[in-house]
């Protein structure tokens, strides 16, 4: 069966330094994709950057970076920069297919919240 | 806004009672899913459709819950007899199956049973 785990339930940065998020998945397809969402206070679910796993290049959005290593399984988020609106609850998900068009449920973490510090 | 709404954003209610929650996704989009979401948890997957078509539904989902998508557009989902156990967030998200990989998320219905 599909699983994220995620095993850090809470970390601390200081403002402007790079914090890391781990995630690492387990599956038995060869095809899937990978989601980091974030979550801030007011509860909405905000899209931060998709890595399918037949990338090869890591994907990055902005301040955004995802670490995937495929032989690991592992699939972690590198924030640079931290700012102080960066602090909320950050999830990592997957999905089976790769391709939008299995666009499919995604099996979701139990996220970590990240607290900035200015 | 353009975005996915759903109504109402906050439900009280007492444990027998039915409640009925709404999402409207991004117009464009034809897939709708249903996550619910306990404190302190992820997401857990409730439901999906595609245009008006229910395509999967999580063993989660127990008798008392019904989702909807009758036109392909709005959705609804049902929670008949609460129980305080569904006390929880209930998330909507929308997306489109083949141009996007994202999926767009609502503010979520909060509903607590007392």
């Known amino acids: 069966a599909q699983k994220i785990t995620q095993t850090q339930p809470g970390m601390f940065v200081q403002e402007k330094e790079a914090v890391t998020l781990d995630c690492t998945y387990d599956?038995?397809?060869?095809?899937?994709?990978l989601f980091w969402y974030k979550q801030p206070s007011s509860g909405e679910m905000i899209f931060l950057i998709y890595?399918?796993?037949?990338d090869e290049q890591n994907a990055t959005e902005g301040r955004y970076s995802l670490n995937f290593q495929k032989a690991r399984k592992s699939a972690n988020l590198v924030i640079s920069a931290s700012q102080l609106g960066d602090s909320a609850m950050y999830f990592c998900?997957?999905?089976?297919?790769?391709?939008?068009?299995?666009?499919?449920?995604?099996?979701w973490g139990l996220g970590t919240s990240l607290a900035v510090n200015p | 806004d353009t975005g996915v709404s759903q109504d109402p954003r906050h439900k009280i209610t007492k444990r027998g009672q039915n409640v009925t929650f709404r999402c409207d996704p991004i117009s464009e989009h034809n897939r709708l899913y249903w996550y619910r979401q306990t404190l302190g948890q992820g997401p857990e997957f409730l439901t999906y459709f595609q245009n008006e078509a229910q395509l999967e539904k999580s063993r989660l989902l127990s008798n008392r819950f019904s989702a909807e998508r009758p036109k392909g557009s709005f959705s609804t989902l049902e929670i008949q007899r609460t129980e305080q156990g569904d006390s929880a967030m209930y998330l909507c998200?929308?997306?489109?199956?083949?141009?996007?990989?994202?999926?767009?998320f609502g503010p979520g219905t909060r509903l607590t049973v007392l």
């Open positions: 599956t038995s397809d060869q095809s899937y994709g």
């Open positions: 998200a929308s997306s489109l199956p083949l141009s996007s990989n994202e999926q767009f």
């Open positions: 998900a997957m999905r089976e297919g790769h391709n939008a068009g299995n666009n499919r449920k995604l099996i």
């Open positions: 890595q399918g796993s037949y």
